[in-house]
């Protein structure tokens, strides 16, 4: 079984300062794991994602994503947040170890970025 | 621009109509999937194609109906939906098909918010 936690419904910073997304994870194995972003009236959007190394990864628009193995935990930082990246943010999870595996989303993370 | 091409943006029915939502994928993906979102929650997934024969049904209602004429093409037929039914729904296709572990990112399209009167 595997499932995604995101803790908070709404992540509100000013522009300019530092921007965190949490995201912890419960999966069997190993796994593979993803961030996107939808913006209104809009799909998802792929971010960025984990599969194995540095557990630092790099992603679009400035983003990057911190894999903790200990903490099962998968958090989304942007060194400095702009208005344009309040959305709703989703973290996913699928389990390496199971080739027919679904990708589990979590609950998502509005983002408001204020001025 | 997205590169998962979904039609129509909107669609608005009633709940005796007959209507499909396509969508296209020029890729070469080999994976391909139908979602439904309700606003400010996660995509459910409803099906999954793998090289063109559909691997997954996540046990959706018969007035579900999906068909994939070919690689590049998915669609979904529409009948006798409810209001309950009304969400956007969302296309999304992936490199690798399923079965083969992938840890390749699953691409969406806009998706189509349909309405049930």
């Known amino acids: 079984a595997q499932s995604v936690a995101q803790p908070e419904d709404q992540v509100n910073v000013a522009e300019g300062n530092p921007l965190t997304v949490k995201c912890t994870y419960s999966v069997s194995g190993n796994p593979y794991l993803f961030w996107y972003v939808q913006y209104p009236n809009r799909g998802l959007q792929f971010l960025l994602k984990?599969?194995?190394?540095?557990?630092l990864v790099k992603g679009s628009y400035g983003f990057e994503a911190e894999f903790n193995k200990s903490q099962t935990s998968f958090h989304l930082k942007k060194p400095s947040a702009l208005v344009s990246d309040s959305a709703l943010y989703f973290c996913?999870?699928?389990?390496?170890?199971?080739?027919?595996?679904?990708?589990?989303f979590g609950a998502g993370t509005q983002v408001v970025v204020t001025p | 621009d997205t590169e998962v091409t979904q039609t129509p943006k909107h669609l608005v029915m009633g709940m005796t109509n007959k209507k499909s939502l396509k969508c296209e994928q020029h890729m070469g993906h080999r994976a391909m999937y139908w979602y439904k979102q309700k606003a400010k929650k996660p995509p459910e997934l409803m099906f999954v194609y793998s090289y063109e024969k559909l691997s997954i049904n996540e046990s959706v209602p018969s007035r579900f109906s999906p068909e994939c004429p070919n690689s590049s093409l998915l669609n979904l037929h529409l009948h006798a939906l409810q209001p309950e039914d009304s969400a956007l729904y969302l296309c999304?296709?992936?490199?690798?098909?399923?079965?083969?572990?992938?840890?390749?990112?699953?691409?969406f399209g806009d998706g189509t918010r349909l309405s049930i009167l």
């Open positions: 984990y599969i194995t190394g540095d557990n």
């Open positions: 999304a296709s992936s490199q690798d098909g399923q079965g083969t572990g992938t840890s390749q990112p699953q691409h």
């Open positions: 996913a999870v699928r389990d390496r170890g199971d080739s027919w595996g679904k990708l589990q």
